[in-house]
């Protein structure tokens, strides 16, 4: 399991829009991957548990993943969330 703080850059935040090419982003692996912010920790691959977070710019949040390509999703949300890369 790999674990990374990450701030997001996205000059909106996570607004629904930002979730759905969050989660489609997430959703290109076969790794578990989770999103931990203060005390919650959701699935994120989940739009509902996403939307619970209610994200801004420049909030941190706790980004983990477990199975065979956890690296490769990793490195690839921190991207972006770093706002380098849109959804692919």
């Known amino acids: 399991m790999i674990t ?7 000059p909106t ?3 629904p829009s930002t979730i759905a090419l969050f ?19 959701v699935n994120a691959k989940s739009i509902m548990g996403m939307m619970t977070l209610g994200l801004a710019a420049g909030e941190e949040i ?15 949300i921190e991207r972006y969330l770093n706002n380098e890369i849109k959804a692919q």
Not at 4 to 10: A, F, Q, S, T, V
Not at 31 to 37: A, I, K, L, T
Not at 66 to 75: L, R
């Open 4 to 10: 990374k703080r990450m701030e997001i850059k996205i």
């Open 13 to 15: 935040g996570l607004d």
């Open 23 to 41: 989660i489609q982003t997430a959703s290109q692996y076969d790794s578990r991957v989770y999103v931990e912010v203060e005390n919650k920790k």
């Open 62 to 76: 706790t980004v983990s993943a477990a199975g065979d390509d956890e690296q490769q999703a990793i490195e690839h």
